[in-house]
């Protein structure tokens, strides 16, 4: 019996009793680390983040997630725990200092696993997004999709292929986030005031001015104009075909 | 006076007798379900119609902007409330997952609080507990059946309906018709079969099981077909009418080519031994996890002009179908908001799906997104205008698929775009939309309540509570709940004051008129005759 068939021998048998009598074969803490950190994915991040962390309806795969990557004993993804991302939609989640170390645990295991079985994860590569035809795509960025009313390659896009690659860059694409609405907020004094659109319901409006200072009145008290550049991709998504986006994304993947 | 005082002896014998009937039968009659009462809301749906529709009048457009809360109820947890409370002689039952409360609907304080043992299950969200005599049936996300004791919530017994280690997990309120207590199973990340199935509601026993999809490994055929939202019914042709959910593998739709019978369709069954009757599909080959489990709403009225028993869906999908539901033939076909994924409809009123618009590795812009063009909150059918009021989601979405994603479960990754909330009013007879209002970007998580006064009740994107007349859609009234809404709004009466309840966040509210204005108005009612609300 060579070492390799001995150690597989080993294993197999540990597996079996380990199926038959769990209770027996003490966990090493990082594995009960792990487990304490499955269950409480599966009820408090699974809903958004897919039972396996891969990925849900509403929130990203952390199995591919650089941050996830980067993060060191949950240096980077505690802040993230205990703050969310309201902004995206995350809540924060007030959970103890054991509990967030468990989910870091799980989110690093999966992310592990991911990397053993890449078959099984969903996930979209950079490589997977190079269909399309650069020239194709400045045609259209600079025509029919009116792209180059409010962009220039030379200007705001320069370099936008070193900020965001891949999937992000497609998101971006199709409709940024982190892009601030402006507003003109007049008074029925006559006075206006502009700023950073902050809220806005059918019945209030709120913005930030220029100092950092919040203020909100009743909608229908004021009158106010909206200047929401992010608008024009939104309209652009009825227009779009696919091969529209895959040449857009090849043409600004030739930005760096 | 005097003919008072002649009758009281009687009424003395008598009372004993009737205080201890009415001790005796504080459990759910049977024909409650069939005529829920006004101070009742003993289903899910309210009614088994699914219409989500009230004849209470008290609130009207002329004083709905005197509404008040008459109470809140702190749930304490993190999880959102996503269900529909029940109303049963002045009980409200309602929950959130491992979480069922009773609370007095008068005060909003707790009568009991059932918590059940942490387990792995997935916690997604909970829809309810469904009623029968003294017992509430409440499924847990380990795809547990539990029976409280709707007195105290002691557990009376607890039943495995599905295998939570295979990927199964549960959150529907459980639809009980005569003996049956039928509940729906969930679980889109293992290829599994989709079920229903009755229960005995006095010893959790199978009475019959309905399966949505073939054996896993079924060549050439899908798995898949979850069950997940609560279904109605029609008493007088004894029908069972349920959504069924999407086929797996869910984004790759190559191992199970062709139509995915019966995943994406609306079925009808026999609630007394699960037969099918009829399947009408929503989504013939579905590659976008659009589940057709939106309320199936039964309508009894006119189509072009001759009567007939509907059945109407919103479905996920962006379709908004009319169905005949005796038959299962398609009245009407027609799309509510963007839809891109279709090569038009069949001669069956079924989309057919654009194999273009199927998911692939460099990814395909589809409308409407994985959420939908609505999800499941509740619809409303108002009979008065003929309306169909829907929380809708134009959106956005990008699929991709490809062969490294593999064959099982999820098999792909698909992200929203964009999207937002918009209150629709479509005429059932032609799917146009009479009016519109806009709830606010990415959309509005809140079902909707319609009642015979004329009012619409809804909610917004930013968590406002919202009143609206439902001849036009103008907003006559609105309260911020600080929170998001995520369920559907449910509306009785009380003492003679007409409460609306919704929940926001994990908050439960009770609406009302200040008890100085329903004086006033009933003073000045004007007898309508029946008196029935």
């Known amino acids: 019996m060579s070492f390799c068939t001995a150690a597989a021998a080993l294993l197999v048998s540990a597996a079996l009793l380990h199926a038959q009598t769990p209770a027996t074969i003490p966990l090493s803490e990082t594995q009960a680390l792990q487990r304490a950190g499955r269950n409480l994915f599966g009820q408090d991040c699974a809903f958004c983040h897919g039972k396996d962390a891969g990925g849900g309806e509403t929130g990203p795969d952390l199995t591919g997630s650089a941050l996830v990557a980067a993060d060191v004993n949950g240096n980077k993804i505690g802040p993230v725990i205990r703050q969310g991302r309201p902004d995206k939609g995350m809540p924060a989640f007030h959970l103890s200092d054991p509990d967030i170390a468990a989910l870091v645990a799980f989110i690093h295991y999966q992310q592990h696993q991911s990397e053993l079985h890449p078959g099984a994860r969903r996930r979209v590569d950079v490589s997977d997004l190079q269909s399309g035809d650069a020239e194709a795509g400045k045609r259209y960025f600079n025509g029919a999709g009116g792209c180059a009313a409010c962009h220039s390659a030379s200007g705001d896009l320069a370099g936008v292929a070193r900020r965001y690659i891949g999937l992000k860059l497609e998101q971006q694409l199709l409709y940024p986030s982190g892009a601030k609405a402006k507003v003109t907020v007049t008074l029925p004094s006559g006075q206006a005031l502009t700023g950073t659109l902050n809220y806005r319901d059918e019945f209030a409006i709120g913005m930030v001015d220029e100092n950092g200072w919040y203020h909100s009145w009743p909608a229908g008290a004021v009158k106010y104009k909206i200047d929401d550049p992010v608008q024009a991709h939104a309209e652009l998504l009825g227009k779009y075909t696919d091969d529209d986006i895959h040449n857009l994304m090849a043409y600004l993947q030739t930005l760096k | ?533």
């Open chain 2, 1 to 533: 006076m005097r003919r008072m005082t002649k009758t009281n002896a009687l009424a003395i014998g008598f009372g004993a007798v009737l205080f201890c009937a009415a001790a005796a039968a504080q459990g759910l009659d049977s024909s409650m379900l069939l005529h829920p009462p006004p101070d009742s809301w003993p289903g899910y749906h309210g009614d088994y119609s699914g219409r989500r529709h009230s004849s209470l009048t008290q609130i009207t457009p002329q004083n709905v902007d005197q509404v008040a809360l008459a109470w809140a109820f702190q749930t304490n947890q993190t999880a959102l409330l996503k269900c529909s409370p029940l109303l049963v002689n002045g009980v409200l039952y309602f929950t959130v997952p491992d979480n069922v409360w009773a609370v007095d609907a008068r005060t909003g304080h707790q009568i009991w609080h059932y918590t059940y043992p942490p387990n792995k299950g997935l916690h997604i969200g909970h829809r309810g507990v469904g009623m029968y005599k003294d017992w509430l049936y409440f499924l847990t996300p380990d795809a547990h059946l539990v029976s409280l004791n709707a007195k105290n919530g002691a557990a009376r017994w607890n039943v495995v309906v599905a295998d939570s280690n295979k990927g199964y997990w549960t959150t529907m309120a459980p639809l009980v018709v005569n003996n049956h207590v039928i509940i729906g199973v969930s679980g889109d990340f293992d290829n599994l079969t989709g079920y229903l199935r009755a229960i005995d509601p006095e010893t959790g026993a199978t009475q019959w099981q309905w399966n949505s999809t073939p054996p896993a490994g079924t060549p050439n055929m899908t798995t898949g077909g979850m069950t997940w939202m609560t279904g109605t019914y029609d008493p007088e042709l004894n029908l069972l009418y349920w959504g069924t959910g999407n086929p797996t593998p869910v984004l790759q739709g190559g191992p199970r080519p062709g139509p995915n019978p019966y995943t994406c369709s609306i079925v009808a069954l026999n609630p007394d031994n699960g037969k099918l009757v009829w399947a009408f599909s929503a989504s013939p080959h579905d590659t976008h996890d659009w589940d057709a489990v939106e309320t199936p709403v039964l309508v009894d009225g006119d189509f072009h002009g001759a009567p007939h028993k509907m059945l109407m869906q919103t479905s996920r999908n962006g379709y908004f179908f009319v169905l005949d539901r005796t038959n299962g033939k398609s009245l009407l076909t027609v799309p509510y908001g963007p839809v891109n994924w279709s090569l038009g409809v069949d001669p069956n009123g079924s989309p057919i799906p654009n194999p273009k618009k199927e998911p692939a590795r460099d990814g395909r812009l589809i409308a409407p997104d994985e959420g939908g063009l609505t999800n499941y909150r509740s619809p409303s059918f108002d009979p008065k205008t003929g309306l169909f009021i829907v929380d809708a989601h134009p959106s956005y979405g990008i699929y991709f698929t490809k062969p490294a994603d593999g064959t099982f479960g999820w098999a792909g990754a698909d992200y929203g775009v964009w999207g937002k909330g918009v209150l629709e009013a479509i005429d059932y007879e032609t799917g146009k939309l009479r009016w519109t209002h806009e709830l606010g970007p990415h959309g509005s998580g809140a079902g909707v309540l319609t009642t015979d006064s004329g009012l619409t009740f809804s909610g917004d994107a930013e968590g406002n509570l919202m009143a609206f007349d439902t001849a036009n859609g103008k907003t006559l009234w609105h309260a911020g709940t600080g929170g998001e809404i995520a369920s559907s709004p449910i509306t009785y009466e009380l003492d003679g004051r007409q409460y609306i309840v919704t929940s926001s966040g994990g908050v439960l509210f009770a609406w009302a008129l200040p008890k100085s204005v329903i004086g006033n108005e009933a003073r000045f009612r004007i007898p309508t005759g029946s008196g029935t609300q």
